[in-house]
């Protein structure tokens, strides 16, 4: 006899509960995503100009260039594993098959070997490129899985929430331990300890990413068959999507600007500490402040949410990050506990930025699918990745940029502009981003009652085809 719950189910079929031990999984997966994702965006950076020496320009144009490959593959991937998913139901699988290349590009990206400006460049922009490659391949299956798992908008508000809980404690364990590998590991030399740090960081990414992708146990779920538009056809059928989806459309502006706003704050944090402050032994409790804020308040977040509605609970978490960011401008006149509190208040109120975000994205393809007859899945989420990963691209252009500009050098004492372009790029610039932001979600239309409706009008729909809603565009 067949198992009821293995078979192939249409895609309108309603979801069976989701488990404690599948969202517990979901959510685990992200500690595996956010290990080597922030280890770049807190670390490689700082490698590129202080260890390996290259030029705040170049390092900052490798890193522009890998955030671009990377958001450029983004719906080329999507696109693939959602033609992928339309015929063996399952997205899980690519994430256990890009594990293990996560993990070890990650360890190849803090392994170049600082022998020349133009070799060192080279290899740093090679390890880059294919380390972003991997985690695309891992990253968009994973980013799609919620709106395959349930319709159950609040449901997917708790998927959110755990998968920034996981997040968090990625991001907190990678904040806290790289510092300590680096400093234990300190008689291989600094390029090596960063390489012996990686390479603990890379092999725990992977085993998590596997571990995670099993233990979701993610139904198959067929939707129609690849139309014969082909690869490209489905590619392309992302622009018109995107115009006629007004809320995908804020959601993707919230992305670009939230983006740039927390990368200046992270990528900045150590050139803040050591540069303007003068306090490196503040870094460990610096950068573990907003990962265990974060794990304390997503769930919060969730329950704000689960009881006013996700646009409120973001404007109350923009509110509440930018005061932590105006504070934060106001540090090197004050002691550390303000450096602290006001680094602890970024976290809460980012916190909350990711998980109404993450928990929006199913329902605007929910609501795209209504108003065009297509379903854009997987696409989606690429799209949405390529607008952040641009944006991340760009920020860590702007920060070398800046950097170039106002004569920073790690060599040196710095310069009162550089000290004033890194106070500007880690407070004043994202408080302005969140503001902006505010003024974007305002006008979010999509609240419980009328997704609820969107998915009743969308069962009325799918009664009389008796088959898989519509997806191949």
Same mark, same amino acid.
């Given at each position: 006899?067949?198992?009821?719950?293995?078979?192939?189910?249409?895609e309108?079929?309603?979801?069976?509960r989701?488990?404690?031990?599948?969202?517990?999984?979901?959510?685990?997966?992200?500690?595996?995503?956010v290990?080597?994702?922030?280890g770049?965006?807190l670390?490689l950076?700082?490698?590129?100009?202080d260890i390996?020496?290259l030029?705040?320009?170049?390092?900052?144009?490798?890193?522009?260039?890998?955030?671009?490959?990377?958001?450029?593959?983004?719906?080329?991937?999507?696109?693939?594993?959602?033609?992928?998913? $339309?015929?063996?139901g399952r997205y899980?699988? +690519?994430?256990?098959w890009?594990a293990?290349?996560v993990g070890?590009?990650y360890?190849?990206?803090?392994s170049?070997?600082?022998? /020349?400006?133009?070799?060192?460049?080279?290899?740093?922009?090679?390890?880059h490129?294919?380390?972003?490659?991997?985690?695309?391949?891992?990253?968009?299956?994973?980013n $799609?899985?919620?709106?395959? &798992?349930?319709?159950d908008?609040?449901?997917?508000t708790?998927?959110?929430?755990?998968?920034?809980?996981g997040?968090? +404690?990625g991001g907190?364990?990678?904040?806290?331990?790289?510092?300590?590998?680096?400093?234990?590991?300190?008689?291989?030399?600094?390029?090596?300890?960063?390489?012996?740090?990686?390479?603990?960081?890379?092999?725990?990414?992977?085993?998590?990413?596997?571990?995670?992708?099993?233990?979701i146990?993610?139904?198959?779920?067929?939707?129609a068959a690849?139309?014969?538009?082909?690869?490209?056809?489905?590619?392309g059928?992302?622009?018109?999507? &995107?115009?006629?989806?007004g809320?995908?459309?804020r959601?993707?502006?919230?992305?670009?600007?939230?983006t740039?706003?927390?990368?200046?704050?992270?990528?900045?944090?150590?050139?803040?500490?050591?540069h303007?402050l003068?306090?490196p032994?503040?870094?460990?409790?610096?950068?573990?402040s907003?990962?265990?804020?974060?794990?304390?308040?997503?769930?919060?977040?969730?329950v704000?949410?689960?009881?006013?509605?996700?646009r409120?609970?973001?404007?109350?978490?923009?509110g509440?990050?930018?005061?932590?960011y105006?504070?934060l401008?106001?540090?090197p006149?004050?002691?550390a506990?303000?450096?602290?509190?006001?680094?602890?208040?970024?976290?809460?109120?980012s916190?909350?930025?990711?998980?109404m975000?993450?928990?929006?994205?199913?329902?605007?393809?929910?609501?795209?699918?209504?108003?065009t007859?297509r379903?854009?899945?997987?696409?989606?989420?690429g799209?949405?990745?390529?607008v952040?990963?641009s944006?991340?691209?760009?920020?860590?252009?702007i920060i070398?940029g800046?950097l /170039?500009?106002?004569?920073?050098?790690?060599?040196?004492?710095q310069?009162?502009?550089?000290?004033?372009a890194?106070?500007?790029?880690?407070?004043?610039?994202?408080? +302005?981003?969140m503001?902006?932001?505010?003024?974007?979600?305002w006008?979010?239309?999509?609240?419980?009652?009328?997704?609820?409706?969107?998915?009743?009008q969308?069962?009325?729909?799918d009664e009389?085809?008796?088959?898989?809603?519509?997806s191949?565009g």
């Amino acid at each position: 006899m067949s198992d009821p719950d293995s078979a192939p189910q249409p895609e309108n079929f309603p979801a069976t509960r989701l488990g404690i031990g599948q969202r517990a999984s979901y959510g685990a997966g992200d500690i595996g995503f956010v290990l080597v994702w922030q280890g770049a965006a807190l670390f490689l950076l700082y490698f590129y100009t202080d260890i390996l020496h290259l030029p705040p320009w170049t390092a900052g144009a490798i890193y522009l260039a890998g955030m671009i490959w990377d958001a450029v593959s983004d719906p080329l991937v999507a696109t693939w594993a959602e033609r992928r998913a $339309a015929r063996t139901g399952r997205y899980g699988p +690519i994430i256990a098959w890009s594990a293990l290349p996560v993990g070890l590009s990650y360890v190849w990206m803090f392994s170049i070997p600082a022998d /020349g400006g133009l070799s060192t460049a080279i290899g740093a922009l090679l390890s880059h490129l294919v380390f972003r490659t991997a985690f695309t391949c891992a990253g968009m299956p994973y980013n $799609a899985l919620p709106a395959k &798992l349930t319709r159950d908008s609040d449901a997917r508000t708790s998927l959110a929430a755990l998968r920034v809980v996981g997040a968090a +404690i990625g991001g907190l364990t990678v904040a806290i331990v790289t510092p300590l590998l680096v400093q234990g590991a300190a008689g291989s030399g600094e390029a090596g300890a960063y390489h012996l740090a990686a390479a603990a960081t890379g092999g725990v990414a992977a085993a998590v990413l596997l571990l995670s992708s099993l233990g979701i146990r993610e139904p198959r779920t067929l939707t129609a068959a690849p139309t014969a538009t082909g690869y490209l056809g489905d590619l392309g059928a992302l622009w018109p999507s &995107l115009r006629r989806n007004g809320p995908l459309q804020r959601l993707l502006a919230m992305m670009l600007l939230a983006t740039v706003g927390f990368g200046l704050f992270t990528q900045n944090m150590l050139y803040f500490l050591t540069h303007v402050l003068a306090r490196p032994e503040l870094t460990l409790p610096v950068l573990a402040s907003p990962a265990l804020a974060m794990i304390v308040t997503a769930p919060l977040w969730m329950v704000l949410a689960a009881r006013s509605s996700k646009r409120l609970a973001m404007l109350a978490g923009l509110g509440t990050a930018t005061t932590g960011y105006l504070l934060l401008g106001l540090a090197p006149a004050a002691d550390a506990a303000l450096t602290l509190t006001s680094v602890g208040l970024v976290g809460v109120g980012s916190a909350a930025l990711p998980v109404m975000f993450w928990s929006m994205v199913p329902d605007v393809i929910d609501y795209g699918q209504l108003r065009t007859g297509r379903r854009v899945e997987a696409r989606t989420f690429g799209l949405t990745t390529f607008v952040q990963k641009s944006a991340a691209g760009v920020t860590a252009l702007i920060i070398g940029g800046l950097l /170039g500009w106002a004569g920073y050098s790690p060599d040196a004492a710095q310069t009162p502009a550089a000290q004033s372009a890194i106070i500007t790029m880690i407070s004043w610039l994202p408080a +302005i981003c969140m503001v902006i932001i505010a003024g974007v979600v305002w006008g979010y239309p999509i609240d419980r009652r009328r997704h609820r409706e969107i998915i009743a009008q969308l069962a009325e729909q799918d009664e009389p085809a008796g088959h898989a809603t519509r997806s191949g565009g």
